[in-house]
T-cell receptor, first 113, second 116 residues
Framework: AQSVAQPEDQVNVAEGNPLTVKCTYSVSGNPYLFWYVQYPNRGLQFLLKYITGDNLVKGSYGFEAEFNKSQTSFHLKKPSALVSDSALYFCAVRRPGTDKLIFGTGTRLQVFP | GAVVSQHPSWVICKSGTSVKIECRSLDFQATTMFWYRQFPKQSLMLMAT?????????EQGVEKDKFLINHASLTLSTLTVTSAHPEDSSFYIC????????????FGPGTRLTVL
């Protein structure tokens, strides 16, 4: 069965420190991987995606993610966190040949000043 | 670019009434639109996928007669919750993808439905 796991319900980090939000996946074939961010009472905003090519993907607002095929991971990172980065982050996977996204359960990022 | 809007942003209705939610792609043609439901502090659950001019494909366990989806044009899809009950109260989010980047879904801001 296809699935996405975000093992941390919440990640706390001080402003200015690097942040990592973890995501692992289980899907057959070569997956398409996505990160979205959701602010309170809002829809999801697209951050970045990995389809193919360079394993390090750069996205919006200074975020990046590294695709690791051997570890089936796609962790989201940012070198220096901002208080405004505090939000709910979702990892999602799409199997090629389908148009459905499978979402992880989300990780709440809290950046403290 | 790639902006998706939803209307209304929130709605309160009485039990037994029907509610229509609109999803529009503002600056692109949406070949495919998706409807999700999100419960408090939970992930998104895909309800159905719709392509312009054809019937929606519903996920297992989603009642198609209760959640009517119409994708009348390349920029508009509607979700109608018929005979709403309190358990239908939720946050409904639509997304859309286009021909240029069919692998990426762009999400609307969501509609908060409260059924009294």
């Amino acid at each position: 069965a296809q699935s996405v796991a975000q093992p941390e319900d919440q990640v706390n980090v001080a402003e200015g420190n690097p942040l990592t939000v973890k995501c692992t996946y289980s899907v057959s074939g070569n997956p398409y991987l996505f990160w979205y961010v959701q602010y309170p009472n809002r829809g999801l905003q697209f951050l970045l995606k990995y389809i193919t090519g360079d394993n390090l993907v750069k996205g919006s607002y200074g975020f990046e993610a590294e695709f690791n095929k051997s570890q089936t991971s796609f962790h989201l990172k940012k070198p220096s966190a901002l208080v405004s980065d505090s939000a709910l982050y979702f990892c999602a996977v799409r199997r090629p040949g389908t148009d459905k996204l499978i979402f992880g359960t989300g990780t709440r990022l809290q950046v403290f000043p | 670019g790639a902006v998706v809007s939803q209307h209304p942003s929130w709605v309160i209705c009485k039990s037994g009434t029907s509610v229509k939610i609109e999803c529009r792609s503002l600056d692109f043609q949406a070949t495919t639109m998706f409807w999700y439901r999100q419960f408090p502090k939970q992930s998104l659950m895909l309800m159905a996928t719709s392509n312009e001019g054809s019937k929606a494909t519903y996920e297992q366990g989603v009642e198609k007669d209760k959640f009517l989806i119409n994708h009348a044009s390349l920029t508009l899809s509607t979700l109608t919750v018929t005979s709403a009950h309190p358990e239908d109260s939720s946050f409904y989010i639509c997304s859309a993808s286009d021909r240029v980047t069919p692998d990426t879904q762009y999400f609307g801001p969501g509609t908060r439905l409260t059924v009294l």
